[in-house]
């Protein structure tokens, strides 16, 4: 088992991974930049390390500097969380190297699915259905136009080694391609250091529909249901939920099925989750993988009592799964806003700046992941997440009252929220019905300004 692991994260998912390691009596060692040095990771951890200045490529995206840290802490494993290095091949290798644990899948695995190209081909040889799109990468705008024609307007241009909805431009017509291709392109570079893009089929208004899978190294691999992510903002979620409550059981099981049958196709070793497009007719598509914990694994934890850190960790350590896929069962519902340090009146824009003053919900079924305490500033050097607010129940309507309870009982001094936008989102007709979709979070902010709200 793991004595002592380095978590090479900040914020929420570090303190999450931290909790983690004490009750399985693993040592940690937090790295940290200089603007987190007052962070509650640093606190709690049993040793802290600081690697760099503010910036994120000269601190949490500094591999010297992290394995640096872990090596001279004597670390003998390393968890990279989520964002950040957490699906960089690159860096599991030099871990593995280094002779300690990568708390994640092999790094085969990382390039496999971090190329989303082909991750597509794999995807269809495993029997997966796919969006009509590129089989590779455009390498021209006269090969972006001929692909478009041939697949039909709308088109989406996507980074070939991106994802968190960064290097995407929808086209929904001809004139509009070249600038969306340079854009994406741009955006790509920028973003993932490697200006590839793809096309595929626009999907439109779909449900964003995400299977949370766990595997090991001796080839089982289990699902643990999956979870709703259509109330989004520009490819960023906002609201998340499990199950999905408007999928038929027997598309839940096509859809499970075809999550898992992929995952033992390519051998996957560790948490990941497949994440899905379905479309009006209930069709679903693979739009990608992720192979590292996501922001929103609370709410697939609340409905199945399992703890996936803890399960992580373990398997990166080589035990093998004890857990059977008749073993897990889907128990009530769960729901998780995340509360970000955000100006929705203007465009949703980051307020970072000190907490004065926090309060936060409690209760039977409600659970609070955060790093932020009073007194905490929120850095304008990194995502504006504030904290996580998550809330389970029996059934999906007593699931978004209480979540409208424990949201009244949240109080936040000194930067502005999107606690009242989260809010009023579930008071909506659709939302109450489960049949909001990806674009439908623009439609309600538009509807709200014109009640006089956010303005």
């Not at 860096?91 to 597509?120: H, N, W, Y």
């Not at 040889?125 to 090969?143: I, R, Y």
């Not at 999956?226 to 520009?234: G, L, M």
């Not at 340090?341 to 409690?362: C, K, L, R, S, Y």
């Amino acid at each position: 088992m793991i004595r002592r692991l380095l978590i090479a994260n900040r914020g929420e998912i570090a303190v999450r991974i931290l909790r983690a390691c004490k009750e399985m009596g693993i040592e940690t060692v937090v790295v940290y930049s200089s603007a987190d040095k007052e962070s509650l990771a640093v606190q709690l951890a049993d040793q802290a390390v600081c690697i760099g200045p503010a910036m994120a490529k000269e601190s949490y995206l500094n591999m010297h500097m992290i394995l640096q840290a872990a090596c001279s802490t004597g670390c003998d494993a390393i968890h990279p969380g989520y964002g950040f290095l957490s699906e960089n091949a690159k860096f599991a290798r030099l871990v593995q190297e280094c002779d300690m644990i990568f708390v994640g899948p092999s790094p085969r695995l990382i390039d496999l699915m971090g190329d989303k190209t082909q991750a597509r081909k794999r995807m269809k040889e495993a029997g997966v259905p796919v969006v009509e799109g590129c089989e590779d990468s455009l390498t021209s705008l006269k090969q972006a136009r001929s692909m478009a024609d041939s697949i039909g307007y709308p088109v989406i241009i996507k980074a070939r080694h991106g994802g968190g909805g960064r290097g995407m431009r929808i086209v929904y017509q001809e004139d509009q391609l070249e600038n969306a291709f340079i854009e994406a392109k741009q955006e790509a570079k920028a973003c993932f250091e490697n200006d590839e893009v793809y096309m595929e089929r626009y999907v439109q208004n779909p449900k964003h529909i995400e299977v949370q899978l766990l595997g090991d190294h001796y080839g089982h691999v289990i699902h643990l249901y999956e979870r709703d992510c259509s109330f989004q903002r520009k490819n960023q979620k906002m609201i998340e939920e499990a199950p999905c409550s408007i999928l038929k059981e027997e598309n839940r099981q096509r859809l499970l099925q075809s999550a898992v049958n992929a995952a033992k196709s390519i051998g996957y070793d560790s948490v990941g989750t497949m994440e899905f497009l379905m479309d009006s007719q209930g069709r679903f598509y693979f739009m990608e993988m992720n192979t590292r914990i996501q922001v929103e694994h609370p709410v697939t934890e609340a409905i199945t009592g399992i703890d996936l850190i803890k399960w992580q960790i373990r398997v990166a350590a080589g035990q093998k799964l004890t857990i059977q896929q008749e073993d897990v069962h889907c128990n009530g519902y769960a729901m998780e806003c995340r509360i970000n340090a955000e100006d929705v009146a203007h465009d949703f824009a980051p307020n970072p700046g000190p907490i004065q003053f926090m309060h936060t919900p409690g209760g039977f079924g409600v659970r609070v992941d955060t790093a932020v305490y009073n007194g905490s500033v929120i850095s304008p050097y990194y995502d504006s997440m504030i904290l996580k607010l998550i809330v389970f129940a029996p059934t999906r309507l007593e699931c978004i009252k209480k979540m409208r309870a424990a949201l009244e009982e949240t109080i936040i001094d000194g930067v502005k929220t999107n606690i009242e936008f989260n809010y009023l989102a579930l008071y909506q007709k659709e939302f109450i019905e489960g049949s909001h979709h990806i674009g439908y979070a623009p439609i309600l902010l538009e509807r709200l300004k014109e009640n006089g709200q956010f303005i």
